[in-house]
């Protein structure tokens, strides 16, 4: 796709962060948008500044866990617009606790939105797609869709599978030559609201340490993100553009990324030495 003018555009998640930035920065394109999440608010806010800058915008409260709600959204997109070139998959949520510690209900949570939403999302409007003869999938997993950490093994499962789903459809797009591509996408930290709406196990503490609480946690884990979701939005759009299969965001994401591919194993050695410097470095705080 060389270019998103007068193409229409469907995004997950839009209420915040990524999605948000997706959205505005298809707007500034004149591209017409179709925006969803589960916080209406949110939502509101940025249908109020894409429409702005003069697009068509629509939007539809929609969990992307449940199968029905996405078709049925897929569905009035099309009506409403004429057509759908575009779907981003982007809702998400995060999840930190240890594999024994975490709950069932805690992997059924995030499963369902990580990865189904990305499934539903692909699924439902893929038809419309290749109506077009000029469309792409976006699937957002992370770095963590390529290197694994302790207490991440909820969020690890949802974006490595997000991986492999993207790539086994990419694949099946370019035999089938159906006019439809797919990009997947591994942001390294993106300064959202993504660490701060975590849900986290009382079990995170046996590898993080007693000595921090859940808040500071996520303050620590925010104040890592580094890259601003704008920054993100144009780098997704530019692999869009160039109809790349996978695109990192951010340094961090970089140097992870070839970590993994320098020490496939045993990178994971280096993660756990680092963890317990950090969790031995909060005790000599905490202490002072
Ligand atoms: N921020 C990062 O550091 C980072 C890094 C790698 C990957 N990602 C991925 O980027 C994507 C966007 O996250 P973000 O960082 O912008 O976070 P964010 O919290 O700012 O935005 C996520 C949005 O998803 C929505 N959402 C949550 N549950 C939903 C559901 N069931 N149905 C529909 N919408 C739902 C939220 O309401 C929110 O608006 C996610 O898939 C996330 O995993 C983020």
């Given amino acids: 796709m060389k270019s998103f003018n007068h193409k229409v555009a469907a995004i997950t998640g839009a209420a915040s ?14 591209c017409q948008l179709a925006l969803s999440d589960v916080d209406e608010n949110g939502l509101a806010e940025t ?24 078709h049925a959204w897929a569905d009035q997109v099309k009506k409403d617009h004429g057509k759908v070139n575009l779907i981003f998959n982007n809702a998400g949520v995060a999840h930190g606790g240890t594999v024994e510690g ?7 949570w995030i499963i369902g939105i990580n990865l189904w939403g990305v499934i539903h999302g692909t699924k439902a409007f893929l038809p419309y797609l290749k109506e077009t003869g000029d469309g792409h999938v976006i699937n957002i997993s992370s770095i963590f869709g390529i290197f694994a950490q302790p207490t991440q093994s909820a969020y690890n499962t949802t974006k490595f599978a997000v991986r492999g789903f993207t790539e086994s459809l990419r694949q099946e797009l370019d035999i089938m030559q159906c006019g439809v591509s797919a990009t997947c996408v591994h942001p390294g930290g993106i300064k959202t609201n993504i660490a701060h709406n975590a849900r986290m196990s009382k ?65 994971q050695r280096l993660v756990t030495a680092a963890m317990q410097a950090q969790r031995r470095s909060a005790r000599r705080h905490a202490k002072a």
Avoid: C, W
């Avoid at 999605?19 to 394109?29: E, F, K, M, V, Y």
């Avoid at 894409?50 to 929609?62: P, R």
């Fill in 17 to 30: 962060g990524i999605g948000r930035a997706l959205a505005l920065a298809l707007a500034d394109q004149q």
């Fill in 47 to 70: 249908a109020r500044l894409a429409s702005a800058k003069g697009v068509k915008v629509t939007t539809a409260k929609v969990d992307v866990a449940n199968r029905d709600q996405v």
């Fill in 102 to 108: 975490s709950d069932y209900a805690d992997y059924e």
């Fill in 203 to 267: 079990s995170i503490h046996e590898v993080a340490g007693d000595d921090v609480s859940d808040d500071d946690l996520r303050d620590n884990f925010a104040k890592m993100f580094r890259t601003t979701p704008e920054k993100a939005a144009q780098v997704i759009l530019e692999a869009v553009r160039h109809n790349d299969r996978r695109v990192l965001i951010g340094a961090d994401a970089r140097i992870a990324d070839r970590m993994q591919r320098l020490l496939p194993a045993s990178y």
